[in-house]
């Protein structure tokens, strides 16, 4: 007994392809009858390069009061926009006396300095000109109410002779008590040293304050805080911190605000960030399927009319009907792509009698 169906075939499955030519799988049409009927599916073509593009609001600087910062057209750009501010605070470096310069010939201690009000560690220097045979050793202490006093560890010089010697320790601020000092222990017959211990702190404007936030603006000239777009607070410790400014709540410009205050503030900082731009290509993408036909899966031509229109940037539905007697035993689809760097989505499909039997 014969019989017949109706049969759907896949020459190419739906899929998003690139520029170049995809030939399709060979189908074997010779059991189908009558006519076959070839169907092209495809999305619109799209031909947009897309780059990473570096915005600055605020260049790498040291800002003492508040300021505004560029302008940025962003129009061009898609999706997000991610902003990063770097900042650390500026202050003082500043030198104290922890031994004057002086000659000493017995063991001596210098006069406790407040370091209380100094961030981070603590440099001291130690100069000694050239002595004698005999032996300095100079270390630093420590004390909280500048009566009872500890040796800080790991805080005492290379042992000076008869040499010339400048040297240099740091001295962590998890060391560190309210106050520090110097302490010079001479041996020997005769000792006589001439020498100076000074020390170095950094000092930071603890009622100093840094308030960033993005600003949007359509024309350049009247401006709105973006909602949700401000860093967080900057005192007296680095920061770095990333906000996401979305599409939807940006204008044609934007622009980052600083608003410096304190007694003598002083911020180095930067206000970066990275957008994409889209750029359309000048050439156009375009998608090119045509149908062919083999009588052996090795030798393939192209079948008159079985070309479908081009597509270009609209979405487009074709549809091609053939004689399957009129065909070879073989048939695939061929799609050819082209443009810059074009890609569509689509399918290719044959509808055709099956007989059997």
Do not use: H
Request: with cysteine.
């Amino acid at each position: 007994m014969i019989g017949a169906t109706g049969d759907l075939i896949q020459l190419l499955s739906t899929a998003a392809r690139t520029k170049g030519t995809t030939n399709g799988s060979a189908v074997d049409i010779s059991n189908y009858v009558g006519q076959m009927t070839f169907i092209l599916n495809s999305a619109a073509g799209s031909d947009i390069t897309e780059e990473s593009q570096a915005i600055e609001l605020f260049s790498v600087a040291t800002r003492t009061a508040s300021e505004n910062g560029e302008a940025v057209d962003v129009s061009s750009y898609s999706g997000d926009i991610n902003l990063l501010l770097n900042c650390a605070p500026v202050g003082t470096i500043n030198e104290f006396s922890l031994l004057a310069n002086q000659t000493i010939t017995a063991d001596t201690t210098g006069t406790g300095v407040d370091v209380s009000g100094y961030s981070g560690d603590v440099y001291v220097i130690l100069s000694v000109e050239a002595g004698g045979n005999d032996s300095l050793d100079v270390k630093i202490q420590k004390s909280e109410d500048n009566s009872e006093w500890d040796d800080i560890s790991g805080a005492a010089f290379t042992q000076v002779t008869s040499s010339a010697s400048l040297q240099m320790i740091k001295i962590a601020s998890a060391d560190l008590d309210k106050y520090i000092r110097a302490y010079a222990d001479v041996g020997g017959g005769t000792p006589n040293y001439t020498l100076s211990v000074t020390g170095f702190a950094y000092s930071i404007d603890s009622s100093a304050t840094l308030d960033v936030k993005i600003q949007k603006s359509g024309d350049n000239s009247t401006w709105d805080d973006i909602s949700g777009a401000a860093f967080d607070q900057v005192t007296d410790s680095a920061a770095r911190e990333m906000i996401t400014i979305a599409e939807k709540d940006r204008k044609k410009y934007i622009r980052a605000v600083a608003t410096i205050n304190g007694t003598a503030p002083a911020y180095a900082f930067s206000v970066m960030g990275a957008a994409i731009t889209q750029t359309e290509a000048a050439k156009a993408p375009t998608l090119d399927v045509k149908i062919q036909e083999s009588a052996d899966n090795s030798t393939w031509t192209n079948i008159t009319g079985g070309v479908f229109d081009t597509v270009k940037d609209s979405a487009s539905y074709q549809r091609i009907t053939l004689n399957v007697d009129g065909l070879k035993k073989y048939v695939r689809a061929v799609a050819v792509i082209d443009g810059t760097n074009p890609e569509f989505e689509f399918s290719v499909q044959a509808l055709g009698i099956k007989q059997y039997g």
